[in-house]
């Protein structure tokens, strides 16, 4: 099982990146997705979650109206399109993937079984 994650890079505040997350060797239909990111010095925090079912969304306040999840089950792949980025975004950015259909998900971490690599995105002031 492996989660590839991509689509990070550096951009000025204000723009645009989309994430994305390919998983191999397992499928993602059903199962919680999440995008987590660890910003330096900082914890991992919960960025944006689904649920397997794809009816509900998580956001955690501080990018709620600038990104959105998405899930892409034919090409086993989440997305994460970031818009109006701020330098308080700079972080590395971990997809994530709960192994049992149809969980809950309070996008805390601990929920998820697999985890993707991490893609660094540095938002420019």
């Known amino acids: 099982v492996q989660l590839q994650a991509s689509g990070g890079g550096l951009v000025q505040a204000g723009g645009s990146l989309k994430l994305s997350c390919v998983a191999s060797g397992f499928t993602l239909n059903y199962r919680s997705l999440g995008w987590f990111r660890r910003a330096p010095g900082k914890q991992r925090e919960g960025v944006s979650c689904?649920?397997?079912?794809?009816?509900?969304?998580y956001y955690r306040d501080s990018v709620k109206g600038r990104f959105t999840i998405s899930r892409d089950n034919a090409n086993n792949t989440v997305y994460l399109q970031m818009d109006s980025l701020k330098p308080e975004d700079t972080a590395v950015y971990y997809c994530?993937?709960?192994?049992?259909?149809?969980?809950?998900?309070?996008?805390?971490?601990?929920?998820?079984?697999?985890w993707g690599q991490g893609t660094l995105v540095t938002v420019s002031s």
């Open positions: 994530a993937a709960d192994r049992t259909k149809y969980g809950k998900t309070l996008c805390r971490g601990p929920e998820f079984d697999y």
């Open positions: 689904i649920s397997g079912s794809g009816s509900s969304a």
